[in-house]
């Protein structure tokens, strides 16, 4: 393919990276910290603010360190970080693992960014 940087070569996001899918109500961990699709800056994978999970309302999708989240609203805007702790997310958000290392984890990251 056509435009990839030197180095780089094209995969299937799915041999890097798998769903994770846990949701969890947040009654079970109110201190639990919270990520919304607000508070993630657009096209910086830089999160702005954590939210506190107990002011949630719904189940939210869970997340550990090293798992990334993408935002399937309106992509475009590239919401996409590594978290660097544990965590809930809006439902809207996906939680994906990286199946190998980190070098793996950080190109799927590059990959939605």
């Known amino acids: 393919m056509s435009g990839l940087p030197k180095g780089w070569q ?6 890097i990276v798998q769903l994770r899918g846990e949701k969890r109500s947040p009654g079970t961990t109110p201190d639990a910290v919270f990520v919304g699709l ?5 096209h910086t994978s830089r999160v702005l603010r954590y939210g506190r999970a107990g002011d949630l309302k ?4 869970c997340f550990s360190p090293g798992e990334i989240l993408y935002s399937r609203l309106r992509p475009y805007l590239n919401k ?3 978290a660097d702790r544990d965590g809930l997310a809006r439902s ?15 190109r799927a990251a590059a990959a939605l960014a």
């Open 10 to 15: 094209q995969v299937v996001l799915g041999d």
């Open 38 to 42: 607000e508070d993630i800056e657009a």
């Open 58 to 61: 719904s189940a939210a999708a």
């Open 80 to 82: 996409v970080f590594v």
């Open 92 to 106: 809207m958000m996906s939680t994906l693992m990286p199946r190998r290392s980190s070098a793996a984890r950080m």
